[in-house]
């Protein structure tokens, strides 16, 4: 990679990747932005002679092309056959590495917690292509050990920490199961965010994000992106991820890109406000549990200590009077905005059985009606806790 007068990036610190990685100074104008590509299609020099190898901007797109290069340079410092792809969401960037890596019979281990949308996806897109999936408890080695199929499972599927339950997993000890089995291990790491958690410097094969969340961070985008390091994988991702088409436009590319350059600093303000959240709730009457990583009596505390920076801005706490009182809560915020998604400036409540997590009612990853899920923002974090507890 040719550092364009930034240094060189490729071994620099966490913040020094988010802001110059793919992104050197433009080299026409100097300008230290990258330029929004807003082109469909490129002048060929001959038949076949791609300037910079671009031909069409669903093959490839400079904006996109800078937007990639930098979530592996996050994702995968000091691996350099590490490649970034960017979609136009995280579900597509899901859909992609399950069409690319499973084939109907075969069959995916995946959270007992998940994310309502990758549940869907993966019981109501690929179940009826014929891709069979089992829950399990990412918590538990051998509760996943138990869930694959030999000669079936091609992947173990893991959210860590969990949405919206905030379960954490042990992701060298999973891999290692994964492997045994000849299964390949896919981390969302949309909650933690590589400034957090690197899951492919812990042996997982695939990295999958929702862009839309911390790594936008400004709720104005929606986009999804991967990154592996196996040369082979890369190719039959980036086949399909062309072949399928489901990729970001530039503007959407830019826009991730801005918000990762604040990555790290944002990251620190939602930690620091999140365990402020979490020092009321614990203590407070109506609180029945308090689900965050960084608790000492959280299930996961050691193993996310041991491969986490710092715990998230993602609290997930359950309140006496059931239902009922968990959607009065959400009613009675006035800065914490009523509002599903997450990872944005502002900080957002949510009643996961209603909002996030609806297409999950009624199976084995309904979550409890008493469960509301809080987004942490970078608000003073006097008038996040004086609204909750107006609202409690």
């Given at each position: 990679m040719s550092d364009g007068g930034t240094g060189n990036?490729?071994?620099g610190g966490f913040e020094t990747r988010a802001i110059h990685a793919g992104q050197a100074p433009d080299p026409l104008t100097g300008a230290v932005v990258t330029p929004i590509y807003q082109v469909s299609t490129y002048a060929q020099d001959g038949v076949g002679g791609?300037?910079?190898g671009y031909e069409y901007s669903r093959s490839g797109n400079p904006t996109r092309s800078a937007l990639e290069e930098c979530l592996a340079a996050l994702e995968a410092p000091g691996i350099e056959s590490a490649r970034g792809l960017a979609f136009a969401s995280g579900l597509a960037?899901?859909?992609?590495?399950?069409?690319?890596l499973a084939r109907p019979g075969s069959h995916a281990v995946i959270p007992d917690d998940a994310y309502g949308g990758t549940y869907r996806l993966f019981a109501r897109v690929a179940g009826p292509w014929g891709v069979e999936h089992t829950p399990a408890a990412v918590t538990d080695r051998a509760a996943v050990a138990a869930a694959i199929i030999p000669g079936k499972t091609v992947l173990v599927w893991v959210e860590t920490p969990t949405n919206p339950l905030l379960n954490v997993a042990d992701i060298a000890a999973l891999a290692e199961v994964a492997h045994a089995a000849g299964a390949l291990l896919v981390v969302d790491n949309t909650f933690a965010s590589p400034y957090l958690q690197q899951p492919l410097l812990l042996g997982a094969d695939i990295v999958v994000h929702s862009t839309t969340k911390y790594l936008g961070g400004h709720s104005d985008v929606i986009g999804?992106?991967?990154?592996?390091?196996?040369?082979?994988l890369i190719e039959k991702l980036r086949y399909h991820q062309n072949a399928m088409g489901a990729v970001p436009g530039p503007f959407d590319s830019w826009l991730v890109l801005r918000g990762i350059k604040t990555l790290g600093v944002r990251m620190d303000r939602h930690c620091a406000n999140a365990r402020a959240v979490v020092e009321l709730l614990t203590s407070h009457p109506k609180v029945l549990d308090v689900m965050w990583p960084g608790l000492p009596n959280h299930p996961g505390h050691k193993v996310a200590l041991r491969q986490m920076r710092d715990f998230g801005g993602m609290v997930s706490f359950r309140v006496a009077g059931g239902e009922t009182a968990a959607l009065a809560v959400c009613a009675r915020t006035k800065i914490f905005t009523l509002g599903e998604s997450l990872g944005g400036v502002e900080s957002l409540i949510e009643h996961p059985g209603r909002m996030t997590h609806a297409s999950a009612a009624g199976t084995p990853l309904e979550v409890p009606a008493d469960l509301i899920r809080l987004s942490v923002g970078i608000e003073s974090i006097a008038d996040l806790i004086a609204d909750l507890e107006q609202a409690l």
């Open positions: 990036v490729a071994s791609l300037r910079g960037a899901e859909d992609t590495i399950i069409r690319t999804g992106g991967l990154v592996a390091v196996d040369p082979e």
